[in-house]
């Protein structure tokens, strides 16, 4: 079965300062999309980033990054100039391509704190 | 555009009752998916449909869990009988179709406590 970790249960940030928060995954698929999702106190998750795994070019989204390493399994989230409106909770996503399943598999989150 | 809503907001029900968690999707997307999110977890994928159809139920915990999606819009969680442990957020989440490459849009969720 597929897993996601998130070893960081908590981050915090400078305003305006750059985090970098950790994501691991397991698989035996070779085709797969890795997600980052950003989920505020309202409870509302929302896409921040997304990584097709047969793309070895990273993603980018305006100040958001990842670093996709495939060998390694590992997907991290790199948040530049971070704003107050960064702080929440964000969760690591896999979903296979693979066996007709859309789900989403879900790590733990790291909460973020932006301290102004 | 409207975005994915889901009532009750919150919800509180007593051991061993029924309840019905309905979610409404974007208009015009035909994939549909339900997750539970416990107190400190990631959400955990319940079942997805394509259209009025269940495609994978296979995140249903036990046969308490229902879902329906009748006219291939609207969508309904039941749940009975219900127990402590089933407290959590359920998300509903929809997409223009099926495929990782469409994004899911999620609801606020509905917060279920069991007393």
């Known amino acids: 079965a597929q897993t996601v970790t998130q070893s960081q249960p908590e981050m915090s940030v400078q305003e305006a300062e750059t985090v970098t928060l950790s994501c691991t995954y397991d698989?035996?698929?070779?085709?797969?999309?890795l997600f980052w999702y950003k989920q505020p106190p309202s409870r509302q998750m929302i896409l921040v980033i997304r990584?097709?795994?047969?793309?070895?070019q990273n993603a980018t989204e305006n100040r958001f990054s990842v670093n996709f390493q495939k060998a390694a399994k590992s997907f991290s989230l790199k948040i530049s100039d971070s704003q107050l409106g960064d702080a929440a909770m964000y969760f690591c996503?896999?979903?296979?391509?693979?066996?007709?399943?859309?789900?989403?598999?879900f790590g733990k989150g790291t909460k973020l704190t932006v301290n102004p | 555009g409207a975005g994915v809503s889901q009532t009750p907001s919150n919800k509180v029900t007593e051991k061993g009752k029924y309840v019905e968690l309905r979610c409404d999707p974007i208009?015009?997307?035909?994939?549909l998916y339900w997750y539970r999110q416990s107190l400190g977890q990631g959400p955990e994928f319940l079942i997805y449909?394509?259209?009025?159809?269940?495609?994978?139920d296979s995140g249903l915990p036990n046969d308490r869990f229902f879902a329906v999606r009748p006219e291939g819009s609207v969508s309904t969680l039941k749940i009975q009988r219900t127990e402590r442990g089933d407290s959590a957020v359920y998300l509903c989440?929809?997409?223009?179709?099926?495929?990782?490459?469409?994004?899911?849009?999620f609801g606020p969720g509905t917060r279920l406590t069991v007393t």
């Open positions: 989440a929809s997409s223009p179709q099926a495929g990782q490459f469409y994004e899911q849009y």
């Open positions: 698989t035996s698929e070779s085709d797969y999309y």
């Open positions: 990584q097709e795994a047969y793309k070895q």
């Open positions: 996503a896999y979903s296979p391509t693979q066996g007709g399943s859309e789900k989403l598999v």
């Open positions: 208009s015009g997307h035909t994939a």
């Open positions: 449909f394509q259209g009025t159809g269940a495609a994978d």
